[in-house]
């Protein structure tokens, strides 16, 4: 079973899953490392950045910072990211990155055919440099694959393949988030070209029914869903065979979180629901939501993913 990664905001800050629950580890955004220096201003970024991510924020588990800087390409463009391959992957490493993810070039909503050739060769070039400066600091690096069709994915996995990477991840996949068998074709095609002893982790995939289907041809995943679901006032709650997605402020999904919390004989679970029933804004509502969806991803991992 693959092992579940939550994405992770520092600004706005999310909040901080461990103190109430153990999880599979988390996926940090390094474009809301960027905002903190806007936001919180620079002593807290250079606390952040000298104390590293776990002692600043009192985590001790596996841990990703990804690569993106900005926001995705807009259509047509091609946006350039002021901080350098080489400061994203230094950065990673400062922060206690247990895997370095190369600065890598999402092909998303680029209908330009050659803008795209230029994103995909900037990949390719970036794969390589990026395995030689995480092996001059003794950590390895995981690969992004990108493309726009199977083709160019198949190529990608194909070239970094060849230089040895041990760590690969999946990108680019969210503008196909309405095609299954795309997104499928995909996964699979790439595990094919790498085998079995490669580690694939796939990037931003949210969709529950979707990585059920591929939870088999990778070994970790990244979810934003507890944000996602909590933006959209859905709490995420186990039913049966499955998770059922209920309006947190309707009647009805009150009355099941009520019914889940005088049936559950799980403490945390307990406690959890009752941060939202007994919130006092929508801001600490909304907090308790993530918490609660979060744990139920976690405590569910089997029943959502597969055994």
């Known amino acids: 079973m693959p092992r579940l990664y939550l994405t992770w905001f520092i600004e706005p800050e999310d909040p901080h899953y461990w103190d109430f629950f153990s999880i599979d580890g988390l996926v940090v955004s390094m474009k809301s490392i960027v905002n903190m220096r806007q936001h919180r201003g620079v002593h807290m970024l250079t606390r952040l950045l000298s104390e590293g991510f776990r002692r600043f924020y009192g985590y001790n588990g596996p841990l990703i910072v990804d690569s993106m800087t900005q926001p995705l390409h807009a259509v047509g463009g091609l946006q350039v990211s002021h901080l350098s391959q080489a400061q994203v992957l230094y950065t990673q490493y400062v922060l206690g990155s247990d895997i370095l993810v190369h600065r890598d070039y999402p092909i998303l909503h680029v209908k330009d055919h050659e803008v795209r050739v230029k994103l995909f060769g900037r990949n390719l070039v970036n794969a390589e440099a990026a395995l030689r ?175």
């Not at 209920?246 to 099941?256: D, F, Q, T």
């Not at 889940?260 to 929508?282: C, Q």
């Not at 600490?284 to 744990?295: C, F, I, K, T």
């Open 133 to 307: 400066f995480g092996e001059s600091l003794g950590r390895e690096v995981m690969l992004v694959v990108q493309g726009w069709n199977l083709d160019t994915y198949v190529k990608c996995a194909q070239y970094y393949r060849d230089l040895g990477a041990r760590y690969i991840g999946v990108g680019s996949l969210v503008p196909h988030k309405g095609d299954a068998s795309f997104i499928i074709n995909v996964v699979r095609a790439v595990r094919d070209v790498l085998g079995g002893r490669v580690h694939l982790h796939l990037f931003g995939v949210g969709s529950l029914n979707m990585l059920r289907k591929v939870a088999s041809l990778v070994d970790s995943v990244d979810v934003s869903t507890p944000a996602i679901a909590a933006g959209k006032k859905e709490v995420l709650i186990p039913s049966g065979n499955g998770i059922i997605r209920v309006k947190v402020n309707s009647m009805s999904g009150i009355s099941m979180l009520k019914e889940r919390l005088e049936s559950t004989n799980d403490s945390i679970e307990s406690l959890l629901i009752g941060r939202i029933l007994n919130a006092e804004s929508l801001k600490e509502e909304n907090r308790s939501v993530m918490l609660y969806n979060a744990y139920v991803l976690t405590r569910h991992k089997a029943l959502i993913l597969g055994s």
